[in-house]
Structure formats: C-alpha cells, structure tokens
C-alpha cells in the first residue's frame, strides 16, 4: 500500500539557518510528490511538486525539494528559514485509484522558528 | 490555481445534530475531495466527488454518516449526520486541477461537537 512518512514531528531552527524536512514514500510507480504547507488557522497551500523530468523542483516562498527514487525521499529544503515560515508542512503522494489522483498524506513536521 | 471558499468557517454544534459545509470554487472543476483532518493529525480521505455521479468513500465511511452533493462544476456540500464529539475536526474541501494534477484546498471548516 502507497504510504508516506515524515520522521520528524517537530523542528525547531533559529532564524536565517537552513533547513531540511525528510520525507519518504512508498509507492510501487513512478510517484506524484507534493510538498503543502499549513499555517496556524489556514487551508493548505502547495508548495511545489514533482512529476518527473529535473529531480531537483523549485517552488514558492523559496523552498525547494530533490526526488531521489533510490532513497524513496523527496525532502524539503530552505537555504534561509524567516520567522514566517513556522508552520506544519505536510508531504504527499499522489495514487491513482479510480481515474483520478487520491493524496496521501505523510503525518506532518511542525517548524518552530526562533528569532 | 483556483479560489476556493468554504461556509462555515467554524462552528459549534450539541451531539445528534447535523451539519452540513459549503464548498464554492471559481472555475469549473471535475473532481472535488472532502479531507478530515483531525486534531493534532494529518489529513484523512472521506470521499470524491465528481459531478454527475456519486461520490465515491474510503475505507472507513460512508454516505449515511457523511452525506455529499455535487449539483455542479463550481460547488459540492458535506453534511456530518448525528455529530458526536469524535467528529469534532477540521473538514476541507480541495478541487484537482485535470491539466497538472494539482490539489488545491479550501481553508477548511473547523469543527467542534459538544
């Protein structure tokens, strides 16, 4: 079965380092890979994703992530982390069921900042 | 991208009662998904809905608890029947861009049974 796990529940880094968020898949095709973000009292928005082609995908607010199929992960990365962007990140694959893409989700990585 | 609003934004409900959530979208979309996500937890599957057709559950519900229209492209409801305070959640609505595969979610409808 298709399964996404995020090992990290909680990160916490000081304002201007960077940051790596670890995310490994399960999933027996060639995977659709999102990455979403979740601010305090917000929706999801999507942060980038990864189809095929260019294994290392840019998205937006500067974040970026690197598919790689022999590890199974597609881990997040910021080079310099803003107070902003504490929040709970999400990573997800997408499994074709029924005609349409049904999303995994991985259990989430809460970042905290510190100034 | 698509603009989607969800109605309500928040509510408190007395257990045995029903709800039922609004969802608007700007465009017209085929697929429409409705996402719990629980307290502390990440986003679960309730069900698809597509236009035209029933909605299509996962493992672990269904309809009569968690009954969904979809009377257009642009708009989809879900009703939490007989609420108990387990159904005490967030409840999102997303919407599948066809041409990129991209999800894109409400800012959901939070949930609280007492």
């Known amino acids: 079965a298709q399964s996404v796990t995020q090992p990290d529940i909680h990160i916490t880094v000081s304002e201007g380092a960077s940051l790596e968020l670890r995310c490994n898949y399960s999933?027996?095709?060639?995977?659709?890979l999102f990455w979403y973000v979740q601010s305090p009292g917000q929706g999801l928005q999507l942060l980038l994703k990864?189809?095929?082609?260019?294994?290392l995908v840019q998205g937006i607010k500067g974040f970026e992530a690197e598919f790689k199929r022999s590890q199974s992960s597609f881990n997040l990365r910021k080079p310099s982390v803003h107070w902003s962007d504490a929040a709970e990140y999400f990573c997800?694959?997408?499994?074709?069921?029924?005609?349409?893409?049904?999303?995994?989700f991985g259990a989430g990585t809460r970042l905290a900042v510190h100034p | 991208s698509a603009v989607i609003s969800q109605k309500p934004s928040r509510d408190i409900c007395q257990r045995g009662t029903s709800l039922t959530i609004q969802c608007q979208v700007d465009?017209?979309?085929?697929?429409m998904f409705w996402y719990r996500q629980q307290p502390g937890q990440s986003l679960t599957l309730i069900a698809t809905?597509?236009?035209?057709?029933?909605?299509?559950?996962e493992s672990g519900f269904v309809i009569d608890k968690f009954p969904i229209s979809r009377p257009n492209l642009t708009f989809s409801t879900l009703t939490v029947s007989n609420m108990s305070p387990e159904d005490s959640s967030i409840y999102l609505c997303?919407?599948?861009?066809?041409?990129?595969?991209?999800?894109?979610f409400g800012p959901g409808t939070r949930l609280t049974v007492t």
């Open positions: 809905a597509n236009q035209g057709s029933e909605a299509t559950y």
């Open positions: 997800a694959v997408a499994s074709l069921s029924g005609g349409y893409n049904k999303l995994i």
């Open positions: 997303s919407v599948e861009w066809t041409e990129t595969y991209e999800q894109y």
């Open positions: 465009s017209q979309v085929t697929m």
């Open positions: 999933y027996g095709a060639t995977p659709y």
């Open positions: 990864y189809f095929s082609g260019d294994t």
